[in-house]
Antibody, heavy 116, light 107 residues
């Protein structure tokens, strides 16, 4: 069964960093992996993508100064690290597998709460 | 950057009725990558339609997509209680972008 399993909820203080993992199973990790977030009452916002073949990354305009995407081939796991957290970074963060121009497999989501 | 605007914001219909959801792009879309997703509360989006009108694996045939240019439609025939959800349209050009969603309520 193909699935993406994300790490658990996090609570962070402003200024800290958070790292969310996304483990793929049931398929060969051979496609682009994208990351999105969804803040309360807001739409889905694209953060960036990583090419699992060569590790090339592309970051969304709103995040390129603060986000780092990596992947670990040995354990089929992608990571998203967001730094300099602010209260408006409180959101559910998703990884999603790209199938051409759409996303056919999603992680279950990871709630990140930023609060002092 | 193309902006996707969905309407209506909320659609309240009875079981068995047809739902027609609109997704309008701020400029004409030449990319074939227009998709629709269903998102139930507390869950991740689920791919319904890709390439404007192709159903994803396992999606019932009461879901259909159509459109071109700037106007795209998701139609849900014979609404079922489990169709209560938010529906999102998505376009991929240089990067993916989503509409803000239409909430479908079953009376």
């Amino acid at each position: 069964q193909e699935q993406l399993v994300q790490s658990g909820a996090e609570v962070k203080k402003p200024g800290a960093s958070v790292k969310v993992s996304c483990k793929a199973s049931g398929y060969t990790f051979d496609r682009f992996m994208h990351w999105f977030r969804q803040a309360p009452g807001r739409g889905l916002e694209w953060m960036g993508r990583i090419n699992s073949h060569n590790g090339d990354v592309t970051y969304g305009r709103n995040f390129r100064d603060r986000v780092t995407l990596t992947w670990d081939r040995s354990v089929f796991t992608a990571h998203m690290e967001l730094s300099s957290l602010r209260s408006d970074d409180t959101a559910v963060y998703y990884c999603a597998r790209a199938l051409t121009g759409q996303f056919d497999l999603w992680g279950q989501g990871t709630l990140v709460t930023v609060s002092s | 950057e193309i902006v996707l605007t969905q309407s209506p914001g909320t659609l309240s219909l009875s079981q068995g009725e047809r739902a027609t959801l609109s997704c309008r792009a701020s400029q004409s879309v030449t990319s074939p990558y227009l998709a629709w997703y269903q998102q139930r509360p507390g869950q991740a989006p689920r791919l319904l339609i890709y390439g404007v009108g192709y159903r994803a694996t396992g999606i019932p045939d009461r879901f259909s997509g159509s459109g071109s240019g700037t106007d795209f439609i998701l139609t849900i025939n014979s609404l079922q209680p489990e169709d209560s959800a938010v529906y999102l349209c998505q376009l991929y050009t240089d990067s993916p972008t989503f509409g803000q969603g239409t909430k479908v309520e079953i009376k």
